[in-house]
Protein backbone atom coordinates (compact mmCIF):
# COMPACT_ATOMS: atom_id res chain seq x y z
CA UNK A 1 0.00 0.00 0.00
CA UNK A 2 1.20 3.69 -0.82
CA UNK A 3 2.03 5.39 2.16
CA UNK A 4 -1.07 8.24 2.94
CA UNK A 5 -1.02 10.58 5.85
CA UNK A 6 -4.40 10.32 7.65
CA UNK A 7 -4.73 13.98 6.89
CA UNK A 8 -4.60 13.33 3.25
CA UNK A 9 -7.21 9.91 4.14
CA UNK A 10 -9.81 12.33 5.52
CA UNK A 11 -9.07 14.93 3.37
CA UNK A 12 -9.95 12.13 0.25
CA UNK A 13 -12.82 10.39 2.20
CA UNK A 14 -14.55 14.32 2.09
CA UNK A 15 -13.69 14.80 -1.28
CA UNK A 16 -17.46 14.84 -3.47
CA UNK A 17 -15.69 12.44 -6.24
CA UNK A 18 -18.80 13.02 -8.35
CA UNK A 19 -19.15 16.60 -7.77
CA UNK A 20 -15.17 16.82 -8.59
CA UNK A 21 -15.29 14.84 -11.73
CA UNK A 22 -18.50 16.52 -12.89
CA UNK A 23 -20.26 12.86 -12.52
CA UNK A 24 -23.47 13.90 -10.86
CA UNK A 25 -24.28 16.01 -14.28
CA UNK A 26 -23.85 13.05 -16.27
CA UNK A 27 -26.59 10.79 -17.59
CA UNK A 28 -28.33 8.44 -15.20
CA UNK A 29 -26.89 5.43 -16.79
CA UNK A 30 -23.25 6.83 -17.53
CA UNK A 31 -23.68 7.58 -13.61
CA UNK A 32 -24.39 4.27 -12.47
CA UNK A 33 -22.23 3.09 -14.54
CA UNK A 34 -19.20 4.98 -13.45
CA UNK A 35 -20.54 4.68 -9.70
CA UNK A 36 -20.64 -0.02 -10.41
CA UNK A 37 -16.94 0.22 -11.56
CA UNK A 38 -15.67 2.73 -8.88
CA UNK A 39 -17.05 -0.21 -6.64
CA UNK A 40 -15.66 -2.81 -8.38
CA UNK A 41 -12.19 -1.78 -8.24
CA UNK A 42 -12.85 -0.72 -4.43
CA UNK A 43 -14.13 -4.06 -3.57
CA UNK A 44 -10.98 -6.16 -5.44
CA UNK A 45 -8.62 -3.01 -3.92
CA UNK A 46 -9.91 -4.59 -0.30
CA UNK A 47 -9.76 -7.39 -0.81
CA UNK A 48 -6.29 -7.54 -2.15
CA UNK A 49 -5.26 -6.29 0.80
CA UNK A 50 -7.11 -8.02 3.62
CA UNK A 51 -5.47 -11.21 1.76
CA UNK A 52 -2.41 -9.24 2.22
CA UNK A 53 -2.65 -8.95 5.85
CA UNK A 54 -4.65 -11.81 6.44
CA UNK A 55 -2.62 -15.24 8.31
CA UNK A 56 -3.14 -18.42 6.79
CA UNK A 57 -5.01 -19.21 9.63
CA UNK A 58 -7.64 -16.03 9.47
CA UNK A 59 -8.09 -17.04 5.85
CA UNK A 60 -9.25 -20.29 7.08
CA UNK A 61 -11.53 -19.03 9.64
CA UNK A 62 -13.33 -16.83 7.10
CA UNK A 63 -13.36 -19.09 4.62
CA UNK A 64 -15.20 -21.54 7.38
CA UNK A 65 -17.39 -19.10 8.89
CA UNK A 66 -18.60 -18.73 4.65
CA UNK A 67 -18.85 -22.29 3.96
CA UNK A 68 -21.33 -22.58 7.16
CA UNK A 69 -23.24 -19.39 6.43
CA UNK A 70 -22.40 -17.44 2.93
CA UNK A 71 -24.04 -13.80 3.31
CA UNK A 72 -23.00 -10.71 3.49
CA UNK A 73 -23.77 -9.58 6.77
CA UNK A 74 -22.26 -12.87 8.23
CA UNK A 75 -19.29 -11.61 5.51
CA UNK A 76 -19.17 -8.47 7.07
CA UNK A 77 -19.16 -9.11 10.62
CA UNK A 78 -16.67 -11.94 10.40
CA UNK A 79 -13.64 -9.53 8.98
CA UNK A 80 -14.84 -6.87 11.82
CA UNK A 81 -13.96 -9.91 14.37
CA UNK A 82 -10.67 -11.24 12.52
CA UNK A 83 -9.14 -8.03 11.33
CA UNK A 84 -9.50 -5.07 13.99
CA UNK A 85 -8.82 -2.32 11.84
CA UNK A 86 -11.15 -3.34 8.87
CA UNK A 87 -12.99 -0.17 8.98
CA UNK A 88 -9.52 1.71 8.74
CA UNK A 89 -8.65 -0.81 5.64
CA UNK A 90 -11.70 -0.16 3.50
CA UNK A 91 -11.13 4.03 4.25
CA UNK A 92 -7.43 3.55 3.36
CA UNK A 93 -8.43 2.26 0.22
CA UNK A 94 -11.59 4.40 -0.92
CA UNK A 95 -9.49 7.19 -0.16
CA UNK A 96 -6.31 6.22 -2.38
CA UNK A 97 -8.32 5.51 -4.73
CA UNK A 98 -10.06 8.55 -5.36
CA UNK A 99 -6.90 10.36 -4.95
CA UNK A 100 -5.29 8.46 -7.59
CA UNK A 101 -8.34 9.07 -9.99
CA UNK A 102 -7.91 13.20 -9.16
CA UNK A 103 -3.73 12.28 -9.72
CA UNK A 104 -4.43 10.93 -12.54
CA UNK A 105 -7.34 13.44 -14.48
CA UNK A 106 -4.76 16.09 -13.10
CA UNK A 107 -1.65 14.68 -15.02
CA UNK A 108 -3.69 13.83 -18.07
CA UNK A 109 -5.48 17.47 -18.30
CA UNK A 110 -1.67 19.22 -17.54
CA UNK A 111 -0.24 17.56 -20.72
CA UNK A 112 -3.28 19.04 -23.04
Given amino acids: MPKISKNVIQQYLNLNLLEELGVDKWPPEERDAFLESFADIIHMKIV ?6 MTPDQQKELDDLLTQNPSDVVLANSLLKIIPNFETVVQEEIAIYKKQLMDDITNVLQKK
Fill in 48 to 53: GRLIDI
